[in-house]
């Protein structure tokens, strides 16, 4: 599976191998979680990735890393925004954006 920075993604599952398995408290993604990719490290048994809106990078200094400790990305699949939810949003910005009233009469000879 392909990720890249600033995709957005869903914790599918708990991996024990890959994950950060220090005793320190860290902030990580619950199962069902939508998160940002913030970096990825392409290692040669995992890629592991770290997140926007979990910061862990306070780990660097303590575990002496020049990474911040993440997440392996075999727990986790793109994020897929729902039809509906991508065409009320598309609907809103086209009316929000309009010059002129929006009208629902079809034009004349329009079956």
Do not use: C
């Not at 575990?63 to 997440?71: A, D, H, I, K, N």
């Amino acid at each position: 599976m392909t990720f890249y920075v600033g995709q957005k993604v869903v914790r599918t599952r708990r991996r024990t191998k890959g994950d950060l398995s220090i005793k320190a408290a860290y902030s990580k993604p619950a199962i069902g979680d939508v998160v940002t990719i913030k970096t990825l490290n392409h290692w040669q048994k995992a890629t592991i990735l770290t997140f926007i809106e979990h910061d862990n990078s306070f780990l660097m200094d303590r575990l002496g890393s020049q990474y911040e400790p993440g997440f392996d990305a075999r727990s986790f699949r793109p994020a897929v925004e729902k039809g509906t939810d991508a065409g009320v949003a598309l609907l809103k910005k086209i009316v929000d954006g309009a010059k002129y009233p929006v009208s629902t009469r079809q034009p004349e000879g329009v079956v």
